[in-house]
């Protein structure tokens, strides 16, 4: 067991586990998302060679559930589940053909249990129109928690969440900017977490009942969240999501934008003297970003292809001056999986934004459930660009995961249910559900 691991960390995992693997159904998803952002992945048990972090902790608790109960039968295999189970298995060849055992064991745990298993369970449980709506719910509480939590870190200089595995006990200063990241890895990856869910909690505001209260605090809380990490790549990620919601009075015409945007990225590449990703390290937010790093890593493995086309590389610490540092999740994919592994992280992306697409379009005559969905087509765009600077490695996972798992159960949005505070569910009744796919990202790291 490791030295990192608290009792306070095991006593509250232990009770977390022994409520998702028999609590109410409802609350399994909440609690596992709760019990994931503010249990830190610095926390963790070392058992028979294996590092068992928060998350993978949380996963066998609620993987015995799902198996004893049954709650993973009647659940249908969609185009997104195929697309990701698509990248999940090249991933794992690439890393066995490039490391052989010790690959192998790197790629399944890190796609197969944490992707997979985050991806799985909340497919399994997102099955009424009440689940997805709880979710939207419960991230707003956490949100709002989380920002206190920053405030107070920003106020004080101290982290209030060590005791939670809050890795740094004092706040970071970079360039006169303090960078709070309560129990993340990383301010970046803390703010980023903020400034990816404003679209939903700005879109509650045209719901009803509970959803339309949680519009002003779940805003405010995530601007927080973003505003004391102190940092670059939240900050463009909440730009992004404004952009994503500024869009919505032309969202018929969004095949023109993105045919103009290729276009006109492909004429400033043949008329600018550096490439077109060169821009990158152009638009600084802010003072102290790092943002040509950004720009170095991308050139570097253009570059470089020759060395990962195939099924990655080992390393790409001699292509440049700090590009060990691989932030950047396109660039990640690249080093652990080769061409092959990018284009179908690119596919998984498409199929995404296509199952939006047909969503949106069914609903027009909805304008709240339209709005909503608008909302998660603007969630998805802030984790593109995010990935731009920095990669995923803590809490951070789960986000992304949830964020494609609730794509396929949009349609419940427009489906009739009872008020969100007198829904119940039958516990003894199996719920309908399962296969799905891994997260398919490699661990990185963010700067």
Aim: aromatic fraction near 12%; include cysteine; proline fraction near 4%.
């Amino acid at each position: 067991m490791s030295n990192t691991t608290s009792p306070l960390f095991l006593l509250i995992i232990l009770l977390g586990g022994l409520a998702i693997l028999f609590g109410p159904r409802r609350w399994v998803l909440p609690l596992f998302l709760a019990l994931s952002i503010f249990l830190s992945m610095g926390f963790h048990v070392y058992f028979l060679g294996l590092n068992f972090f928060t998350i993978r902790i949380l996963l066998i608790f609620a993987g015995v559930r799902v198996l004893a109960r049954g709650e993973y039968r009647g659940l249908g295999f969609v185009a997104l589940d195929k697309a990701y189970l698509s990248l999940c298995i090249w991933m794992i060849i690439a890393e066995t053909l490039r490391r052989q055992i010790p690959g192998l064991v790197y790629a399944a745990a890190n796609n197969l249990f944490d992707g997979l298993g985050t991806y799985f369970l909340a497919r399994i449980l997102l099955r009424e129109p009440a689940d997805l709506k709880r979710v939207i719910l419960c991230l707003g509480c956490l949100c709002f928690v989380l920002s206190a939590f920053m405030l107070a870190e920003q106020f004080t200089r101290h982290n209030w969440l060590t005791p939670l595995g809050a890795v740094m006990q004092s706040v970071q200063v970079r360039a006169g900017r303090m960078r709070c990241q309560a129990t993340f890895l990383h301010p970046v990856l803390a703010g980023t977490f903020g400034a990816a869910l404003f679209p939903l909690f700005a879109a509650c505001w045209w719901q009803n009942g509970s959803m339309k209260k949680l519009a002003v605090l779940g805003c405010l809380a995530a601007t927080v969240i973003t505003v004391t990490a102190g940092s670059g790549g939240p900050f463009a990620t909440y730009a992004a999501v404004l952009l994503a919601l500024a869009l919505w009075p032309i969202r018929n015409r969004m095949r023109l934008i993105r045919w103009s945007l290729l276009i006109s990225a492909i004429t400033l590449h043949l008329v600018m003297q550096a490439p077109v990703w060169a821009l990158i390290a152009r638009i600084p937010l802010i003072r102290g970003a790092s943002g040509y790093h950004r720009y170095i890593l991308v050139d570097a493995f253009v570059r470089h292809i020759g060395d990962w086309w195939l099924v990655g590389t080992e390393t790409t610490e001699s292509w440049g001056y700090l590009t060990d540092d691989v932030a950047n999740t396109y660039c990640i994919v690249a080093k652990h999986g080769g061409l092959l592994a990018l284009l179908l992280f690119i596919r998984v992306l498409v199929v995404a934004f296509r199952e939006l697409g047909i969503r949106r379009r069914q609903v027009e005559y909805d304008r709240p459930t339209e709005i909503m969905i608008w909302a998660f087509g603007a969630l998805l765009f802030s984790h593109l660009v995010s990935f731009l600077g920095t990669s995923y490695f803590d809490q951070t996972r789960v986000l992304w995961a949830l964020t494609l798992a609730m794509l396929p159960s949009l349609h419940l949005l427009n489906q009739p249910e009872e008020d969100l505070a007198h829904a119940s569910f039958e516990e003894d009744v199996p719920a309908h559900g399962p296969t799905t796919v891994p997260l398919g990202i490699p661990l990185g790291r963010g700067a």
